[in-house]
């Protein structure tokens, strides 16, 4: 259902989008320092030179989404049903994508544009205790290495039974909560900030009977040690220590910079771009659609160059399976570092197989369509063989789900690839 749902949105929605030259954006200015829209609202984009004080050779420059809005990523749950809405950005591969409920910046939902209203925003920007209680409450932090020390709010509320729900449009509908996860290692359904609103939440809230991937079995399963390793007893705090002291030893310092003064870009007429067209290019377009707050605006995206893959491992260590995090750098963010993924490859060429491994989920996802245009990323998470040695470095650390859950309820401790890739477990759940 939610698939015929979302494919009948795609047709309804009449996407157009074209490429655009950077310096004929409507409403936006493109000098030789900045991107940025005529109300300075939105967001711009800015050069950042990143500067390591322990060892220069990992200074680098590049443009920057610059956006310090918190915006809303939001879930409304009742009884067993989650509210979906079919969320339609000019970015997404296929356009139309699986969104929470509200998903809006603060310029959207304050209709800078001057379009139509944000539907259900109340119930996150008002307290309503009798009515409904928030579940999760974080904040979240977006693409470490695209925007500039970037957070959005991740919420989810149960309604009280009895709460009555206004009438709603079929860009929203209610479906089991089930059958959302389910769905999640299909390619291009589920969009980027739904994936991160469900992953920053206690995955118990979930499921029917507050137990995370329930099994009867002792099968020795990928379930059953999933939940083990949920479940994990005597779980310690050592990953906050970890974490901590990484950030001590890894200090950064982030500078804004003009555009036309980065190292290795150029900045011209049509398109901001590397001088090696490998890393990734802002363009700009022009969107036309039905199903969105206003029908017809232009703006900037980011466009990676090459097709990504976000890798987590996994592997059994002492009876528990547990999960390769290594940190990972935050452009803007005081602490410089998050837990990210085992593995994030940027370059289509780069090789990471490892003897005897295998795939246990995968989806290919395309990144937030509001900021960047068809950037298409495989998300994977793989087991290792307890005999094989997996690479790390100072940086790694290998989690149980118990201290996985633990960090994602935290503001600004994870990265937005990391929650994007552990959703993949949520089909278990």
Not at 165 to 193: A, C, G, P, Q, V
Not at 224 to 237: D, G, P
Request: glycine content about 6%.
């Amino acid at each position: 259902m939610l698939g015929r749902w979302i494919t009948k949105r795609r047709d309804l929605s009449k996407l157009e989008v074209d490429v655009i030259p950077i310096s004929k954006i409507n409403n936006w200015t493109c000098t030789d320092k900045k991107i940025i829209h005529e109300t300075n609202n939105f967001f711009s984009i800015v050069g950042i030179e990143v500067h390591c004080e322990e060892n220069k050779e990992k200074d680098w420059e590049q443009p920057i989404i610059l956006q310090q809005e918190v915006g809303i990523l939001g879930f409304i749950i009742k009884d067993n049903k989650i509210l979906l809405q079919a969320k339609t950005e000019p970015g997404n591969v296929n356009g139309t994508q699986v969104g929470p409920s509200v998903q809006a910046t603060v310029s959207n939902y304050r209709r800078v544009h001057g379009g139509d209203e944000t539907k259900f925003l109340r119930y996150f920007l008002e307290l309503d205790d009798y009515n409904y209680e928030f579940i999760s409450n974080s904040l979240q932090l977006e693409q470490g290495t695209r925007f500039m020390n970037k957070s959005n709010r991740n919420s989810i509320i149960r309604l009280r039974n009895g709460h009555y729900f206004e009438d709603i449009d079929d860009r929203f509908r209610w479906f089991e909560i089930k059958e959302l996860l389910s769905l999640l290692e299909e390619d291009y359904l589920i969009n980027t900030d739904s994936r991160s609103s469900l992953v920053s939440c206690n995955w118990e809230k979930l499921t029917k009977n507050n137990v995370a991937f329930f099994t009867t079995s002792q099968d020795n399963g990928l379930k059953y040690q999933l939940n083990k390793s949920y479940y994990q007893k005597h779980t310690s705090k050592r990953i906050f220590g970890v974490l901590e002291a990484l950030q001590n030893r890894n200090k950064y310092n982030f500078k804004i910079k003009d555009l036309n003064k980065l190292r290795n870009w150029r900045v011209g007429e049509e398109v901001i771009i590397d001088d090696d067209q490998i890393e990734f290019a802002v363009n700009g377009f022009k969107v036309s659609v039905t199903d969105r707050e206003v029908p017809f605006w232009e703006q900037p995206l980011l466009h990676n160059l090459s097709f990504g893959r976000v890798i987590l491992y996994c592997q059994m260590k002492d009876g528990i399976l547990k999960f390769l995090l290594n940190a990972q750098i935050i452009i803007g963010l005081v602490e410089a570092l998050a837990w990210g993924s085992s593995i994030q490859i940027t370059k289509e060429d780069e090789n990471s197989d490892l003897e005897g491994q295998t795939v246990l989920l995968e989806c290919i996802q395309s990144e937030e369509g509001g900021r960047f245009y068809q950037s298409r990323c495989m998300y994977q998470i793989i087991g290792i063989p307890e005999r094989v040695k997996v690479p790390e470095t100072e940086m790694s650390y290998w989690a149980s789900l118990a201290e996985i859950q633990n960090i994602v309820f935290q503001n600004n401790m994870t990265s937005n690839e990391l929650r994007s890739v552990l959703s993949l477990l949520l089909k278990h759940l």
